[in-house]
């Protein structure tokens, strides 16, 4: 099934499309890969999960990229003796190491790491925000803070800290659990949560030990303040504005998608966008209007990949959620001032033979107005070069290797086909022109162009581009 539209679509899993039925007609709709949140998922469930998309890819013929989404470190006071306290503004009040239930003047706070951590000053954000704490005195054991904002605190609710660096890893427990089980069952896409620092992927990659590419979440402004390290380790940057717009100003958050998006495009590595995209689809068959302008902003940056959280998960209309961000997508890129747009954010090459190749094949298939540009590639870096570049023509991506096709779905641009290695030069031009027409992105007299590597087969090694003419048999000609 071919797309018309190079922006992809990610789809969260969840209770409302769990049964293979639903996923069927998610990627009908549009949907090019599926998240499964593990902070909401039993490894019974996702290897279910696993195996019902599997089924689909097949039914299909088509690569589906699988991304599991770690929950990481969840940091939650305690209880109260009567489920709640009301706090007022101005007014002290304690975090502490007493188990003890709380009420209005303490609770206790199962984090040591944050009472050790925590200096006078910093923010403690609770419930998403809603209540606002300022740290005035700390003794490593309890923290006497002031309530800036917010008059309600209740049972087990989360706490932010956007102004304290953790000594915490990515990993807790139960990720690593969660970390072997999805590694088993062949998933592509390792979602972060909460990244603070460029160790943390330093710990997620050895234990992946590449069995699946690793995608960091920025939500923190630690992440923010270190983002070209974090970048440099990952394979590709997830934009999680839910927790991002608790831990910094909202009026900031707009500005921060930009920066990662760009500093992802210049890399030349996937860019996620998610959470609240088409969030009044939950329970209505339509978004607003400020939905569908946020959703086509994130395309005219040129981002890799818009995601669906709970509006495929758990909402009333998941397939029209996807159909609908889909529709926008398609329209955007018709969009006339779509291509000037992304145009204007391209940035030079790297001085590699890769990114050389990969610019000429996009200069040369916009100037000779060729139908497509095939990439082969074993590892899917020639196929990440080539949407680097943000072709106005389609980019295929022809690989032996299945796992790299499916991980290629979440990049821009690229539609992913699993193909024999070819066996010399010959057969390398007449499978990719074979492969063109058959997947209807070429007609008989159409011209493509080809890159790869030479000699067949050698990893990183692009150097070649060759221009060919799409035969009446569908084969390739000089």
């Not at 998610?26 to 599926?34: K, P, Q, R, V």
């Not at 917010?150 to 660096?165: A, F, H, Q, W």
């Not at 023509?393 to 193909?419: D, F, Q």
């Amino acid at each position: 099934m071919r797309r018309s539209r190079k922006v992809k679509i990610l789809a969260t899993l969840g209770p409302a499309s769990s049964d293979e039925e639903t996923i069927a007609r998610l990627y009908e709709a549009g949907a090019d890969a599926f998240r499964i949140n593990m902070s909401h998922t039993d490894h019974p469930t996702m290897r279910e999960l696993v195996a019902r998309i599997r089924s689909v890819e097949t039914q299909v013929g088509r690569p589906i990229g699988i991304l599991a989404d770690l929950q990481g470190p969840k940091l939650r006071v305690g209880t109260f003796a009567d489920k709640s306290a009301t706090l007022a503004v101005g007014q002290e009040f304690v975090l502490d190491d007493d188990p003890t239930p709380g009420d209005s003047t303490r609770v206790h706070l199962p984090h040591p790491e944050i009472l050790k951590s925590v200096e006078p000053g910093h923010r403690l954000l609770i419930d998403d925000g809603r209540l606002q704490l300022a740290a005035v005195k700390t003794d490593g054991r309890s923290i006497l803070c002031r309530v800036i904002a917010g008059n309600k605190i209740s049972d087990r609710k989360g706490v932010s800290l956007p102004d304290t660096e953790l000594p915490l890893g990515a990993l807790t427990e139960k990720d690593r659990r969660d970390l072997d089980a999805v590694l088993s069952t062949g998933v592509d896409w390792i979602a972060l949560s909460f990244i603070q620092r460029p160790q943390d992927l330093a710990e997620v990659r050895k234990v992946a030990r590449g069995r699946a590419a690793l995608m960091a979440k920025i939500e923190k402004p630690q992440a923010v303040k270190r983002l070209s390290e974090i970048l440099e380790l990952s394979d590709a940057l997830m934009v999680a504005r839910g927790d991002l717009g608790v831990e910094m100003p909202l009026e900031a958050v707009p500005g921060i998608q930009k920066q990662i998006t760009r500093a992802c495009r210049r890399a030349g590595k996937p860019v996620v966008v998610a959470t609240q995209m088409l969030e009044s689809m939950i329970s209505a068959p339509v978004p607003t209007r400020a939905e569908v302008s946020d959703v086509a902003t994130a395309v005219f940056e040129g981002a890799d990949a818009v995601m669906l959280s709970a509006e495929s998960a758990a909402g009333q209309y998941p397939a029209e959620a996807v159909a609908m961000m889909n529709a926008i997508a398609t329209q955007v890129e018709r969009d006339p001032t779509f291509n000037d747009i992304i145009n204007a954010q391209r940035t030079g090459p790297e001085a590699t033979g890769a990114d050389a190749i990969s610019l000429a094949s996009r200069q040369i298939a916009e100037t000779l107005n060729l139908a497509a540009i095939i990439t082969y590639t074993a590892s899917g870096t020639t196929g990440l070069r080539a949407a680097r570049e943000r072709p106005r023509v389609p980019i295929i991506a022809l690989s032996p290797v299945v796992e790299t096709t499916r991980r290629l779905s979440l990049v821009w641009g690229t539609h992913c086909v699993v193909s024999e290695d070819a066996s010399d030069l010959d057969d390398m031009v007449d499978r990719a022109c074979r492969i063109a027409y058959e997947e209807q992105f070429a007609k008989p007299g159409d011209r493509v162009i080809i890159t790869a590597g030479v000699p067949l087969r050698t990893p990183g090694a692009t150097n070649m581009l060759r221009i060919a003419y799409i035969g009446s048999d569908g084969l390739g000609g000089l």
